[in-house]
């Protein structure tokens, strides 16, 4: 039965019986009943809206909206051959967007797959791994930290529990958590027994009795207009406000045309018609299956390379990135953590520290992590007779864990590992040969000790103890008067080939930022090693003193950030952005989930924790430098495709609608038809659809591009100036040279027009003379073969249905000829616009437009 519950006011007994489960979870046959009883009634939120929201969303053009209700009138008075035929050039239309985002959309669904969150349930008194979406009511899951908490639930048991529920609550503070009964009258942040979906684990344990999932938890119950929306990307906010802009353009277009049109007497059904086709004409409708299907292109490009994206829009970001930020454990070093030696405060090797040391990583219980890995690899028969008692599990404002254990010959031993300075904090004693000091008599020489070993390129803990024999049980606040007993010395040696790819990504004219929370000297020497010379260095100490304005002036010129704490990540990336930076960010710990969400690409590794892979943008599925080189390479290619279609959109559509618009102010008819209009911008749309398949020049490459929307506007005027003047000499050549009739102009026209938008593209797809660039083989057949059909098509039946006559071989002379000019001054005027554009750029980097 369903749950009639407030969480935070039941016992453990009632959360159990209400959920039909038990200490031991779900029976695996009923748990598979649930999920699918779930999944019948459609409580799972859907990812994506389905394939019959993708076919509505291609009606939602004002304009089609338009087109198609002046169809209905123009059937209604008796027009029905010239309905037909434009209903069905425009669900031609509709129809190829909406099987291209189809097929696109599946094949993200199909990436995503790889690197599905995950979850630990209880399932016949058997702890196993699930996908997150299998996790049903009833289910008892265990939490530790990074976790992503699959629904809402009732603790029944924690430890030391903290959770982040900013994506609730917007407090970004982690809310303390703990298991037992309070007020039903409590308020969802007052709820410290319940555990929400949309929320992750920062630190500590617990085990979670799951009562709602998908849309019944409070996370999905939030209403879609009100659930926070991924912020838009540079190269969202550019294409809305290119569409605007074309709004506003074509809004004026038509009601002057049509207006006009009808002040000189003409129908005023088929002058509406013609301003509404003529409008069609000049608006790009196939841009949002041209963007989603080149990101998808990007995307299956970019997985080949084993580079996973979550979010389409970011690839355009990553072609953008000219900052890349990363912690440097796993990325630039192996991730592969090894002890090199457990020495007492004298600096000889001891055995008792390196026992304390494998003690406290064998019993701790937290977030798996490199350096437990390399001591519990030293734990031998030695560890044999001693037993946990109690923990306090590592987070990162204490940045350090503390284990109970009680040994073979009884007592209880509080051992504390962490980072050298919060260690020695709770200290007021020094272990040495001659018996412990106080901690001020030997606060230097332990922190010259620590400086030594680390500007030998060794990570260095430090390790204390206290006997709390009679009062074992622990507390963050029970962490005081203990003993320092020695130093842990770890080496994480560079990652094989790192050097050449912070290299690569300099060529890419990406520069490459450390943000660690390892001291300054440990993160210089790495740095040199990665051919970083002479790393400028702030500290965390150094980032609190710096206003938020200072910091941004700062952040351009330094190399290192160190001694950082978590929520200072997030403060140097916003002060990057605000500098001017497209920011890259690639993490993947618990701690790295805010900066993930606040680059402009978040790039996190598939071995990250949950939280971390949820909240990036790409996943790399191998932890490689390489492989995310090559990935910026792939979204700069979709990149430059994808402005491909933009420049024809922006140039010879509307050049030649304009053209056409003005003409029908001259010519005593039509110089189109309406359903020739839509048909054209049907055909010319074809090639373009395999875009996402075209070459690249190395030299678009190799430097970071930006959204620039003023560069496009007169890009825009500019071609479509040429267009027109070529168009006004089209009409003229048919009207006084060739003496055409009516339907000889309009095919003439048709023909002319159409090839230009074709062959266009062969221009402006390169920043090359354009017999310097090759174009790609699909896109080259598809625009031969829509050319050959469109000279053609007057000598057919079909031509015929749209008003289309044969023409004498000395029209298609003249018009090839006029066509040939056209694209050789184009390429004239294609050298000028991409000079300009590269003193814009300053080499390749766009200035972002209003």
Not at 530 to 542: A, H, K, Q, Y
Not at 792 to 804: D, E, I, K, Q, R
């Amino acid at each position: 039965m369903e749950p009639d519950l407030n969480l935070c006011s039941l016992s453990v007994e009632e959360a159990f019986r209400q959920a039909g489960s038990s200490v031991e979870g779900l029976e695996g046959v009923e748990a598979s009943r649930r999920l699918a009883a779930d999944r019948l009634a459609g409580k799972r939120r859907a990812k994506g809206g389905g394939w019959w929201r993708l076919l509505l969303n291609q009606f939602r053009s004002p304009l089609v909206i338009l087109l198609l209700a002046a169809m209905c009138i123009s059937a209604a008075v008796g027009e029905t051959m010239d309905v037909m035929i434009v209903a069905a050039v425009v669900l031609m239309s509709t129809l190829l967007g909406f099987f291209q985002e189809y097929h696109a959309s599946n094949a993200l669904a199909a990436l995503l797959s790889v690197i599905q969150a995950r979850a630990t349930a209880l399932r016949d008194g058997r702890e196993i791994d699930l996908p997150v979406d299998e996790i049903v009511r009833g289910d008892v899951v265990v939490l530790n930290a990074g976790d992503t908490i699959p629904g809402d639930g009732f603790l029944i048991e924690s430890k030391d529990l903290f959770v982040d529920e900013s994506a609730l609550t917007g407090e970004s503070f982690p809310a303390e958590k703990k298991a037992g009964e309070i007020s039903p009258e409590a308020r969802p942040g007052e709820r410290t027994n319940a555990a929400f979906e949309g929320t992750h684990v920062v630190s500590g344990s617990a085990r979670l009795l799951i009562l709602r999932t998908g849309a019944d938890t409070e996370y999905g119950s939030i209403s879609e207009s009100l659930r926070l929306r991924e912020p838009e990307t540079e190269f969202e906010r550019g294409l809305r406000r290119f569409g605007e802009m074309l709004i506003r353009v074509t809004l004026v277009f038509v009601i002057t045309i049509f207006a006009i049109n009808v002040i000189f007497h003409r129908p005023a059904l088929e002058s509406f018609l013609f301003a509404l086709a003529l409008a069609v004409g000049i608006t790009p409708e196939l841009l949002p299956a041209i963007v989603s299907i080149t990101l998808a292109g990007g995307a299956k490009r970019m997985a080949a390379d084993h580079v996973i994206v979550r979010r389409l829009s970011a690839i355009e970001n990553l072609g953008s990135m000219d900052v890349l930020c990363s912690d440097k454990t796993g990325t630039l070093t192996e991730g592969r953590v090894k002890l090199e030696g457990a020495h007492d405060v004298q600096g000889q090797e001891s055995g008792e520290v390196r026992m304390q040391a494998v003690l406290n990583a064998v019993f701790e219980t937290g977030f798996t992590n490199p350096i437990d890995e390399a001591l519990r690899a030293e734990a031998g028969d030695g560890v044999q007779g001693y037993t946990k008692f109690d923990e306090v599990p590592y987070d990162f404002i204490r940045k350090r864990l503390s284990v109970v254990v009680a040994g073979p010959g009884g007592g209880h031993l509080m051992i504390t590992k962490g980072a050298f300075a919060n260690v020695l904090s709770v200290c007021s004693k020094v272990a040495t040969a001659d018996g412990e000091k106080p901690v001020e008599e030997m606060r230097a020489a332990l922190q010259q000790r620590f400086s030594d070993c680390s500007e030998a390129g060794h990570r260095v803990l430090g390790i204390a103890v206290r006997d709390v024999t009679g009062d074992p049980e622990i507390n963050k606040d029970d962490e005081r008067d203990m003993t320092f007993t020695g130093f842990l010395l770890f080496a994480d040696p560079p990652k094989a080939g790192a050097a050449e790819a912070v290299e690569e990504m300099r060529q890419l004219g990406i520069r490459f930022k450390v943000i660690t929370g390892d001291n300054r000297v440990v993160a210089r020497h790495l740095a040199g090693l990665m051919g970083i010379g002479s790393p400028r260095v702030l500290t965390g100490e150094d980032l609190r003193r710096l206003s938020d304005a200072a910091l941004v002036q700062r952040v351009g010129e330094t190399d290192i950030f160190a001694e950082t704490e978590p929520n200072q990540k997030e403060r140097i990336l916003i002060a990057l952005r605000k500098s001017g930076r497209v920011v890259g960010y690639l993490g993947d710990g618990i701690n790295d989930a805010a900066a993930l969400h606040t680059a402009d690409v978040g790039i996190s590794v598939d071995g990250a924790v949950d939280v971390a892979k949820e909240a990036a943008d790409i996943v790399l599925l191998r932890n490689d430098l390489g492989v995310l080189a090559r990935g910026v390479r792939n979204g700069r290619i979709t990149f430059a495709n994808t402005l491909k279609y933009i420049y024809i959109t922006t140039s010879a559509n509307f050049g030649n609608m304009f053209s056409m618009a003005g003409a029908s102010l001259f010519l005593p008819f039509l110089p189109l038809l309406p359903k020739q209009i839509l048909l054209n911008n049907f055909l010319s749309d074809l090639p373009a659809l395999t875009i996402a398949t075209d070459s690249v020049d190395p030299e678009q490459v190799m430097r970071p591009r930006q959204w620039d929307q003023r560069f496009i506007r007169r890009y825009m005027v500019a071609f479509g100036l040429v267009s027109s003047v070529f168009d006004c000499c089209t009409f003229g050549a048919l009207l006084w040279f060739l003496h055409a009739d009516v339907s000889q102009f309009q095919t003439g026209w048709f023909i002319e027009s159409l090839m230009t938008e074709l062959f266009i593209v062969l221009v402006i797809r390169t920043y090359r003379p354009i017999f310097r660039s090759q174009p790609g083989r699909i896109l080259t057949l598809a625009s031969l073969a829509v050319a050959g059909a469109t000279l053609v098509l007057p000598y057919t039946p079909m031509g015929a249905l749209f008003g289309l006559v044969p023409l004498p071989w000395t029209f298609l002379l003249v018009l090839i000829g006029i066509t040939f000019l056209y694209l050789l001054t184009s390429e004239l005027v294609k050298r000028v616009m991409f000079a300009q554009l590269d003193r814009i750029q300053g080499g390749g980097r766009a200035v972002s437009g209003a």
